[in-house]
Every structure is written in C-alpha cells, then in structure tokens.
C-alpha cells in the first residue's frame, strides 16, 4: 500500500456541501496525479492506498465518511476548521483529465 499526500483538491463551483463538493483530489508527485473521489474510496477501502494532507507540519489521514447513505472523502478530526481538504488549492489545469 502506498501513503500518497494530497495537495490539491478539484472542488464543485459554488456547493457548500464538502460530501457533495469535492470531485477529486490531485499531488505533483513524480510527473503528477489525479484521482476521483470515487476512485479514491475504492482504494482507501481496498487497502489498496491511503491519502494524507499535510497540516502545520503534521500528516492528517483522508478518510471516507457516509452522509444520507453517500460515501464522501474527507480529513480525520484534527482540531483544524475548515476541513483541511477544502482548503487546498484546485489542481492545475495539466492535471484535471
């Protein structure tokens, strides 16, 4: 399993709701990536990879979480508000497919 720091996230325009906003997520690593949030919870829940976002120095764990039945990506509780997700940069363009 690979740990894969995230650094940009990909968000839906004006949606407030963070289970419905982010669309992916994307890092520079190597020649750069990018994944759905779908293709993310497959692989969190496969135990295929897990994601982390650095925070003040620190790696905070992406997780998957559930809200009306929908499995949506987001941050562990770390006592940092907003979600730490939501506040990373939207991915360069030469990484959205």
Do not use: C
Request: aromatic content about 10%; cysteine-free; glycine content about 10%.
């Amino acid at each position: 399993m690979a740990r894969v720091k995230v650094e940009y996230t990909h968000k839906l325009g004006s949606n407030y709701n963070p289970h419905e906003r982010i669309l992916g997520v994307a890092g520079d690593a190597g020649r750069g990536w990018y994944r759905t949030t779908d293709e993310v919870i497959r692989e969190i829940r496969a135990g295929l990879n897990s994601y982390f976002v650095s925070v003040g120095g620190r790696q905070v764990d992406v997780i998957v979480a559930s809200y009306n039945g929908r499995p949506y990506i987001k941050t562990e509780s770390d006592g940092y508000a907003p979600n730490n997700l939501l506040n990373l940069p939207e991915p360069p363009s030469r990484l959205i497919p």
